[in-house]
């Protein structure tokens, strides 16, 4: 007698399985039906779910939008600044830190509380009535407020759409997905540069015309504004068609309102992230693991300068070696991951980060250096995508929002911490060096520099692998939860 047909879950989906080449339920999702080789293949094909396909799409022409709206506001803002721009641009930008410091655990609540698609809906086309106004804003504090509500939106958006995924995509495609969502954040970088750029042009050739001048088309922002108003309503209407189930849970089994419901929803949420081994280990690898290899963004061009003797060109290539490295651990996890056991990769990622960082740290020469960094990308890329998947298939629906919203709390704050106090470590260390051995230190025949960015770097590299150590001993608190 032939064995019944394996159904997936329906909670799983808005909709029944889909095959990758129709529109229609295909009992060739099941994997009874599919050769072996072709099940690696489909392992990155999540776009076999339409639900998940149409939120890939929106979030792609919302991160397009995210750039552009970053773009014109630090055109403005340097405008605006005259000789000051450069302060400027840093007190306007500095606003995007801020909802992540002191709003992300109520943004939290509020993703697990309210309608995820009408939250998300109200996020892009608030983004694109404020993005509306810029050209209308003639000051440094008016650009604040603006970039302070841009980046509460995008907080709100992005957690609800992270705790929506799992509802959309069947676990063993959350890494592939995830890696899909990594690509459209940030690959469209260099696309919303160049729209930015060309409608700059636009906007000078339209600026000679008199009765633009309303819309304020002389200003050569305001094409590329009004075209990302429109990718921010062409978001909302694609977000308007899904079906995202939510599952919603009130605190202790008993519904409360106002604010000591919201009181009790962030004490609910922050107990479940410290108590949990899996999520508190994620969460803390993710989030130190920043800390520790976002030195290297701001001590960069000086190592490249003074110890490898690379100057701007090699701080370049160092950052290419990275992009690469990232790209490469991105794309290898999507085709590899349903052969991991996810939780040993993530810490033994941290560890392989850390040695790579030392070894960079440790060159002298160009060449060497460009391969730990390569190593230390596909590491981060591979931690990246790891962290987030687990997250999303360890976690309950209701309590998702909290979650990833204490995530993306933990992730601006180590970068800002690593971007501030790595240049000063640097100094300090650098001083201290010089005091103790000259900077220079003889082991043998062999002559070892000792800068302060060598040292703040190996410091660097040893919050990572000690990352790595907490969330080893975190994992192994709690029982194992790979698939």
Known sequence: MAEPLRAEPPELF????????????????DPAFVPE???EVRSIRVFGTPAFRRLWFAQLVSSLGDWIGFFAITAIAARLGGSS??????????????????????VGVIVDRWDRRRMMVTCDLGRGAVLASLPFIHSIAGLFVASLLLELMTLSWSAAKESSVPNLVAPEFLASANSLSLISAYGTFPIGSAVFALFAKVAEWLGRYQSLHTLRF?????????FDVATFVVSAIIVSTLALRHERRSVDGVEQHGLVGTVGDMREGWRFITSTPIVRAVIFGLGTGLFGGGMLVPLGPSFSTDVLGGGSAGFGLLLTALGVGVAIGILGISFVQKRLPHERVFVWSLFVAGFAIVLGASSSTLTPALLAVGVLGLCAGSVYILGFT???????????GRTFAALYT??????????????????????????AVHRVVHVGALTIPLPGTRLTLWLGALIILGAGFVSYRALQSGPPTDA
Do not use: T
């Open 218 to 226: 002389q200003k050569q922002e305001a094409v590329a504004i009004y």
């Open 14 to 29: 808005d909709q029944p399985p889909y095959d990758f080449a129709m529109d229609e339920p295909s009992p060739a999702m």
């Open 85 to 106: 721009s450069g302060v400027a641009v840093g007190v306007v930008l500095s606003a995007r830190l801020l909802p992540g410091f002191f709003l992300g655990p109520v």
């Open 410 to 435: 933990l992730i601006r704050l180590c970068l800002l911490l690593a971007f501030v106090l790595a240049p000063i470590l640097s100094s300090v260390l650098d001083w201290a060096s010089n005091h």
């Open 37 to 39: 080789a072709l099940i």
């Open 390 to 400: 687990l997250l999303q298939a360890n976690v309950e629906d209701s309590l998702r």
